[in-house]
């Protein structure tokens, strides 16, 4: 069995309402120094395949045709 971490995170200059909303939030809660917020995703999944090389290739492929909007978002693998 493989262990994977993906995190999909919105590309540089797409607007991030949510991450904006957490921001003011943090703000009216008194936590000082927030420069800026951006949010995402994260998805702990578990293949049966044991071949790191196919692993990966099934992660992105995943990411590809559903875990990412690869139009406005980018992901990262950790596979371990």
Known sequence: MTKARVIVTLKNGVLDPQGKAIESALGGLGFAGIGS??????????????DPARAEAALKKMCEQLLANTVIEDYSITIG
């Open 37 to 50: 917020v951006r949010q995402g995703k994260v998805f702990d999944i578990v293949l049966e395949e044991t």
